[in-house]
């Protein structure tokens, strides 16, 4: 599935550290592979070429002059003031509360990394996808923080995406979508989720990162469909507004739900990590 950044021609790299400023924002949900796909495919692409890592210098901000953040765009990955931890979960496609074993000095450390992919001799650059760009950060990790780190199925709590009685409340197409999408907004406290020739895999990965747990599809739909999802958060009761949480959400407005259950989920232990080498 490819994303489409709704914004710039960078893409908005959603993580726990990341604080939004602006009363409106929008982003393009991340495509998930999950940690095995990351660790393979990262074994099957080339390094890169010029990677520069040093610990974050926050002497000279005040707290609230602080910024974080993550980005991949034109080969080039970036992360300031960003903890190790973070940068494992996006490059292993791991939640964070799905890590364990990450301790000592470079558990409290901030880093910032800036890693290029360069041209060719003959001035080309290589056709990497963002994916590729993202799992290409683990041998980038192995190396400067001689990070040491193994996959470890445990049964956790999940929730299943199911269809309720009858048909869906949307079109779903038979059509072979080449430029599938799926977007976040959110303005004050209403949140919205658009899909464009979306899967119902992909809008299980999508609901994944919102309600914080592993959401597995157990619809049975097959094909695409365009999809608007709106909800509130809780702090619209503190101003007097009506909170409409996801799951009334996706119960009303799409005819699914989202069902508790349990499941294998793979965790990531990190075996070893150190303070990076120099640049």
Same mark, same amino acid.
């Given at each position: !599935? ?8 960078? *893409? @908005? ?16 949900q991340l495509a998930h592979q999950g940690s095995a796909a990351a660790i393979a495919l990262a074994a ?24 974080? =953040? !993550?980005?991949? #765009?034109?080969?080039?990955?970036? %992360? ?29 450390? =901030? ?21 590729? @760009? ?5 041998? $980038? ?6 990070? *040491?780190?193994? $996959?470890?199925? *445990? ?9 309720? #009685? ?16 799926? =977007? !976040?907004?959110a303005s004050n406290n209403d949140d919205v989720l658009t899909t464009k020739g979306a899967t119902m ?10 309600? #914080?747990?592993?959401?597995?599809? *157990? ?17 619209a009761a503190d101003q007097g507004g009506t909170v409409v949480p996801i799951f009334t959400a996706v119960?009303?407005?799409?005819? @699914?739900? @989202? ?18 080498? %120099? =640049?």
């Amino acid at each position: !599935m490819t994303q489409h950044p709704s914004r710039s021609s960078a *893409k @908005l790299l959603a993580f726990a550290a990341a604080v939004i400023l602006s009363a409106s924002a929008t982003y393009a949900q991340l495509a998930h592979q999950g940690s095995a796909a990351a660790i393979a495919l990262a074994a099957s692409l080339p390094p890169y070429d010029v990677a520069s890592i040093k610990q974050h210098d926050s002497s000279k901000e005040s707290p609230d002059q602080q910024s974080y =953040n !993550m980005s991949i #765009h034109d080969d080039i990955f970036t %992360a300031t003031n960003v903890p190790l931890e973070q940068i494992i979960e996006f490059a292993y496609d791991v939640k964070a509360d799905l890590i364990s074993g990450l301790s000592g000095p470079v558990k409290s450390a =901030n880093f910032d990394i800036e890693a290029k992919v360069l041209a060719t001799d003959a001035g080309t650059y290589p056709k990497l996808t963002d994916t590729q @760009l993202q799992s290409m950060i683990i041998p $980038l990790l192995v190396d400067r923080f001689h990070l *040491k780190a193994h $996959l470890q199925p *445990k049964t956790q709590p999940i929730y299943e995406l199911v269809a309720l #009685h009858g048909e869906p409340k949307f079109k779903l197409s038979q059509t072979d979508e080449h430029n599938s999408s799926v =977007n !976040m907004s959110a303005s004050n406290n209403d949140d919205v989720l658009t899909t464009k020739g979306a899967t119902m895999a992909d809008l299980a990965q999508a609901l994944s990162d919102l309600v #914080h747990r592993q959401v597995v599809d *157990k619809t049975g739909l097959t094909g695409t469909a365009d999809i608007t999802l709106k909800w509130t958060a809780d702090e619209a009761a503190d101003q007097g507004g009506t909170v409409v949480p996801i799951f009334t959400a996706v119960q009303e407005q799409l005819g @699914l739900r @989202l069902q508790p259950a349990k499941g294998p989920v793979d965790t990531l232990v990190v075996d070893h990590a150190e303070m990076p080498s %120099a =640049n």
